[in-house]
């Protein structure tokens, strides 16, 4: 057994040598890792300096070996803020995962018109990534707080107070807004325009009258030159027109302006209130001026009705003018179609009736004709015959006439005579007076019986 232990105590002390061998090899080895890699978070750029003496820039995320030297993380985009509970404090500009690089109190800034207000602004910066322009940023600057502290902050104060200075606050506040944040993202990109503030006299439009002395009453005398100071800021301009500009430091270092804005102003507690005066006071006049206008349409729509009640009547009397006329025309071509109606029934009649004059007249002349016949006839009968058929026939007439007469007489069936006579209304007596009658008749035709030779 003993010798068991000594053959293998020299295996023994090899493996514990190899064991404290690859122990220590582990211990230097944890201890190198420790020393010379990191690991790149997303968002940031490092620049890694080794114990060698070589530096060069990891813009990539993951592990990193830097051989025993040094490294800094850079944000790849660096934001200046102004916001309220903002610190001029800025030791957490290296540190990993913190939400801004610097974020500084309300900037107090003073417009052309001398009203100093308190801006919330924001800038964001975004650094180069190439070799050569970080390694010159870096060796510049060496950390992200010196540029913040020595470049970007005074850049961004700078341009937020120039800008302020060339818009006046009642501008800003009636409707410049936009303007003034446009011109803050230029000069902030491009850089701060040089400016010159020039004096003008301005003539008054409305005279101003004195009241020193009261016996002029509201005729006073005028005083003063009429003219009042203003103060404008123009931009110095090139040859060509071009506005000069005054160069931001940091781009000449590759840095690049992303976002700029303007997000809040709060002027100064006499500004607001004058501004609210202003407002009522424009309130008021909005409102006397939309009270115009509703006098101005009533009095227009007044004026409307009027014309069109005028419009209507003239319309109404027009209608009704025509109407008459109509009518007037109507009665006129009736009167004159009844009237060439009448003309034509006229002529119509006068020409039958002298149609009828000429039937009449060849009829007269036919029946004259006709009766000159007839009568040159009974002329030649009578002559003839001396109207003996004429006479003949009255005569056979006349005696047909007693004929029946004497037949319808009324006698009794019996009758009586004395002394041999026929009594009053016999025949014979009937006879006798017939032939009376008879003679008396002839005598009235006053015609011969008798037949001449």
């Not at 050569?132 to 341009?159: G, M, Q, S, W």
């Not at 002029?216 to 110095?236: A, P, W, Y």
């Not at 002349?365 to 040159?376: D, G, K, P, S």
Request: cysteine-free; charged content about 25%; glycine content about 4%.
């Amino acid at each position: 057994m003993e010798m068991k232990l000594m053959q293998l105590r020299p295996a023994i002390k090899l493996l514990s040598k190899s064991l404290v061998g690859a122990l220590a090899a582990l211990l230097v080895l944890i201890f190198v890792l420790s020393r010379s890699v990191f690991y790149a978070e997303p968002g940031y750029v490092y620049h890694v300096r080794t114990i060698l003496g070589a530096e060069h820039v990891v813009s990539d995320v993951g592990y990193q070996f830097f051989f025993f030297g040094r490294w800094n993380a850079w944000k790849r985009s660096l934001t200046v803020q102004a916001v309220t509970g903002g610190s001029d404090i800025m030791d957490y500009a290296e540190v990993e995962n913190s939400e801004d690089s610097a974020a500084l109190p309300p900037q107090n800034i003073m417009f052309l018109d001398q009203v100093d207000a308190n801006a919330q602004a924001t800038v964001r910066f975004l650094i180069p990534t190439d070799e050569v322009a970080f390694t010159r940023l870096a060796h510049e600057y060496r950390t992200p707080e010196n540029l913040l502290r020595t470049a970007l902050i005074p850049a961004f104060k700078e341009t937020l107070q120039a800008n302020a200075s060339l818009m006046g606050a009642e501008e800003y506040y009636s409707g410049g807004r936009t303007e003034f944040n446009n011109e803050f993202e230029n000069q902030m990109t491009n850089g701060i325009y040089v400016v010159r503030r020039e004096e003008q006299n301005l003539a008054q439009l409305r005279r101003q009258k004195g009241t020193a002395n009261v016996a002029l009453g509201t005729e006073q005398e005028d005083f003063g030159d009429e003219t009042r100071v203003s103060f404008v800021v123009n931009k110095v301009r090139d040859s060509e027109g071009q506005p000069l500009r005054k160069r931001q430091k940091f781009v000449d270092y590759g840095i690049t302006v992303v976002d700029a804005r303007i997000t809040q102003m709060n002027p100064n507690q006499r500004f607001v209130e004058r501004m609210q005066l202003k407002q009522k006071a424009s309130a008021d006049r909005a409102i006397a001026r939309e009270q115009r206008i509703q006098e101005e349409e009533q009095r227009l729509l007044a004026i409307s009705r009027g014309e069109r009640e005028v419009a209507e009547r003239q319309a109404k009397a027009k209608v009704e003018q025509i109407q008459a006329t109509t009518e007037a025309d109507t009665q006129k071509q009736l009167a004159i179609t009844e009237a060439e109606k009448l003309q034509a029934q006229a002529n119509i009649q006068r020409e039958t009736a002298k149609i009828n004059l000429e039937k009449a007249e060849i009829e007269a002349q036919t029946l004259r004709t006709l009766a000159e016949a007839e009568a040159y006839q009974k002329k030649v009968i009578l002559q003839a015959d001396n109207a003996l058929a004429q006479k003949l026939d009255a005569e056979i007439q006349i005696q047909r006439i007693w004929a029946e007469s004497f037949a319808k007489r009324a006698v009794p069936q019996y009758v009586f005579g004395a002394n041999g006579n026929t009594p009053t209304g016999s025949d014979s007596e009937a006879r006798m007076f017939m032939q009376m009658l008879t003679m008396d008749a002839a005598k009235r035709l006053s015609y011969d019986r008798d037949l001449k030779k």
